[in-house]
C-alpha cells in the first residue's frame, strides 16, 4: 500500500493519540524511519505499558494460543505475553509480514478485541506496523477484510524532527551537523541490490559505532573510517559523509565561501570537499529560496545575488558539479524563477544539460 497522503512524526503522534484510543491504526512506513520508536513514545504518552509482537515470527499458536481440556470441553489459553489483567498498548509491528493464517488469527483481535474467551482489558490501544512492498522488505498481501478493520496512515522520515530528537539523545554531532547541512541524505528508497541504505536507523546506528571508536576524540585511520561508514549508509551519502569529515577543520568553509572569506577549494586532492560543499550549496538553496518570486524579501535578494556568482565561479573550477548544482533530480528542483536568472546569466551551464 502506498497511500496518497503522508505524515510526519509529530503528526502522526497526534493522529495517534485521536484515533488509536478508539480505532485500530496501521502505519505504514520504509524500514529504519522509527515507526517502532513512536509507537513507544505514544505508549509513555498515554501512560501504558507497550508489548510488541513481531509478525514475521508468529505462528497462529502464538496469537490464539494452545487447547486445555476444562471439564467436558476444552479451551484455548492465549498467552501470557498478551493476556493481561490491566490495559495496554498492543503493538503488532510487521503485521503484513506474517502469513495468512497469522492474519487470520489477528482478526477477532482486532475487530472484536478477543481471543478466544480472554477480552483485552478495557483501555487497550491496538497498533499495526508495516512496511510497502516498493520497499524491498518481507511484505505479504494483507486481506481486504483485515485491512478494512484498521485505520491506514503513512508515515515520513521528517529531518526537522529528527535533528531535534538525535540532538536530545545525544547522537554523534558528525551525524547531526552532517544532516542539519544535508537533510535529503536522512533517507534514501530502498535499492533493488543488497547493499545497506541511509535511513534514520542507519544513520543512529553510524553515530553509535562512531562513538565507540571515539571519532572525534582521537583520529582515526581512513580505511577503518571508511568501512565504519560504507556499512551503514547509501554508497553516495557514505562517499558524501567521508568529504564531510575531510573538511571538518573547515567547518564553516561554506558560510566563508558565501560571505566571500573563501574560495571554492580548486585543488585536484579537493575534488570530494569541492562535490560535497557543491551539494551542500545546492541543498541551502532548495531550502532557502521562496517558491514565487514575489516572496522574495529584502534581506534575501543579496543572497540570490551571490548565488549567482558562486555558480559562476564554481563552472569555472568544475562545469559538471556546477550543471549538477542547478540540475533538476527525480524529487526536486530549484525554483523556475531561479532557473530563468540561471538561464539568462549563464545560458551555457543550462543548455549543455
Known amino acids: 500500500m502506498n497511500l496518497p497522503i503522508t505524515v510526519n512524526q509529530e503528526e502522526l503522534l497526534d493522529i495517534l493519540l485521536n484515533v488509536a484510543t478508539i480505532r485500530p491504526v496501521f502505519i505504514w512506513g520504509a524500514p529504519g524511519i522509527g515507526k517502532s520508536a513512536l509507537v513507544e513514545k505514544f505508549a509513555e504518552e498515554v501512560g501504558l505499558p507497550c508489548v510488541s509482537l513481531l509478525g514475521s515470527q508468529l505462528a497462529p499458536e502464538d496469537i490464539i494460543g494452545i487447547p486445555q481440556i476444562k471439564g467436558e470441553t476444552s479451551e484455548f489459553l492465549p498467552p501470557k505475553m498478551i493476556a493481561r489483567k490491566d490495559p495496554y498498548v498492543l503493538f503488532l509491528d510487521e503485521l503484513n509480514a506474517c502469513s ?17 474467551e480472554y477480552h483485552l482489558p478495557q483501555g487497550s490501544i491496538i497498533i499495526g506496523a508495516g512496511n510497502r512492498a516498493q520497499d524491498s522488505a518481507i511484505v505479504k498481501t494483507m486481506s481486504s477484510a483485515l485491512i478494512n478493520r484498521m485505520f491506514h496512515v503513512q508515515m515520513k522520515a521528517d529531518a526537522r524532527q529528527w535533528i531535534k530528537w538525535a540532538q536530545n539523545e545525544g547522537l554523534h554531532s558528525w551525524v547531526i551537523d552532517y544532516i542539519i547541512q544535508r537533510p535529503d541524505h536522512l533517507f534514501a528508497e530502498a535499492p533493488k541490490t543488497e547493499e545497506p541504505f541511509s535511513t534514520p536507523r542507519s544513520w543512529h546506528m553510524l553515530s553509535d559505532a562512531l562513538y565507540e571508536y571515539g571519532a572525534g576524540t582521537k583520529d582515526l585511520d581512513q580505511n577503518l573510517l571508511k568501512t565504519i561508514v560504507y556499512a551503514c549508509l547509501t554508497p553516495g551519502h557514505a562517499g558524501m559523509f567521508l568529504a564531510y569529515t575531510k573538511n571538518l577543520k573547515n567547518k564553516n568553509m561554506l558560510a566563508d565561501i ?45 543572497f540570490i545575488y551571490r548565488a549567482k556568482g558562486m555558480i559562476k565561479e564554481l563552472s569555472t573550477i568544475n562545469f559538471e558539479l556546477a550543471q549538477m548544482t542547478v540540475a533538476a533530480d527525480e524529487y526536486e528542483a530549484l525554483p523556475d524563477w531561479f532557473m530563468m536568472e540561471i538561464v539568462r546569466d549563464l545560458p551555457r551551464l543550462v543548455s549543455a544539460k
Request: a positive charge; aromatic letters at 10%; proline letters at 5%.
Open 100 to 116: 495468512q493464517e497469522v492474519q487470520k488469527a489477528f482478526y477477532s483481535l482486532i475487530h472484536e478485541r478477543r481471543i478466544g
Open 258 to 302: 558565501i560571505a566571500k572569506n573563501a574560495k571554492w577549494p580548486a585543488a585536484p586532492e579537493d575534488r570530494d570537499i569541492l562535490y560535497f560543499l557543491s551539494q551542500s550549496f545546492r541543498a541551502k538553496l532548495l531550502q532557502e529560496l521562496p517558491k514565487n518570486k514575489q516572496d522574495i524579501s529584502s534581506d534575501m535578494l543579496a
